[in-house]
C-alpha cells in the first residue's frame, strides 16, 4: 500500500509536470516568431508610402505605438526597471508607474524607430528555458551591424519582451541605475515627476 506522503509527492509532481506541459501547448508561436511577426508590423508602417506624409507623423506614431504594446510586457519592464522600489508601492502606484514609464518609453524611441532606413534584420537563434526565452538578432546595414537580443516571458500562450539589449546594453538595466540615482537623491516622487516631464537623462544628470 502506498503511504499517505509518496501519494502526495506523485499528485504534486504530476500536477507541476501538467502546468509545465500545458504552458508550452498553449505557445502558438516560437519566440523567433513572435519577434519576427512584431518587427515586420513596425517595417510595414515605416514603408508605408501613404503614411509617411509629415502630417501622418502622429497617427503613424500611434499605429507603432499599439503594435509595439501588444508585444512588450510594460508592466514586467516597470518591475524588474524598479527592482527592490516596486515592492512597497501601492497597486494603484504600481500602475500610475506602468502607464508613465510606457509613455516615456515610446516617445524615447520613438525618433529612433522613425530613422529605420532599410536596415536588415537577420534572425541568429533562440533559448527557452521554461517559461523565458532570448531571441538574438542582428541589425544590418551597408555601414555596420549591431547586435540586437529580445528577452520574453510566456504568459497566456503569448510571448511579450521585458527587456531588450542592443550593443550589449540592457534597456531595463540602464533605466534601473537612472532611477536608483533619482530615488535615491531625492524620492520616488522626484521619479514620478521626471517620466511626467519626460526629463530622466536630464535630471539624471544634473544629479550626477
Do not use: C
Amino acid at each position: 500500500m502506498w503511504s499517505r506522503n509518496f501519494l502526495h509527492d506523485a499528485v504534486l509532481v504530476t500536477l507541476v509536470w501538467s502546468t509545465t506541459f500545458m504552458a508550452f501547448a498553449q505557445a502558438s508561436e516560437s519566440p523567433t516568431e513572435a519577434v519576427r511577426e512584431t518587427v515586420n508590423r513596425v517595417i510595414q508602417i515605416l514603408e508605408d508610402p501613404a503614411l509617411k506624409d509629415p502630417a501622418r507623423l502622429m497617427p503613424r506614431r500611434r499605429m507603432l505605438e499599439e503594435v509595439i504594446a501588444t508585444r512588450f510586457d510594460y508592466a514586467e519592464m516597470s518591475k524588474r526597471a524598479l527592482a527592490v522600489y516596486w515592492v512597497p508601492l501601492t497597486p494603484a502606484e504600481q500602475t500610475e508607474f506602468v502607464e508613465l514609464f510606457k509613455r516615456f518609453l515610446s516617445d524615447r524611441y520613438a525618433d529612433k524607430i522613425e530613422g529605420y532606413s532599410g536596415e536588415q534584420v537577420a534572425y541568429m537563434s533562440e533559448r527557452i528555458e521554461g517559461s523565458y526565452a532570448e531571441v538574438r538578432t542582428e541589425l544590418r546595414s551597408e555601414k555596420t551591424t549591431i547586435p540586437v537580443d529580445y528577452r520574453l516571458l510566456l504568459k497566456e500562450g503569448r510571448w511579450h519582451a521585458y527587456d531588450i539589449i542592443a550593443d550589449g546594453v540592457s534597456l531595463v538595466k540602464n533605466y534601473r541605475s537612472q532611477f536608483n540615482t533619482i530615488i535615491r537623491d531625492s524620492s520616488y516622487q522626484e521619479l514620478v515627476k521626471t517620466l511626467r516631464e519626460r526629463t530622466l537623462e536630464e535630471n539624471t544628470k544634473k544629479k550626477r
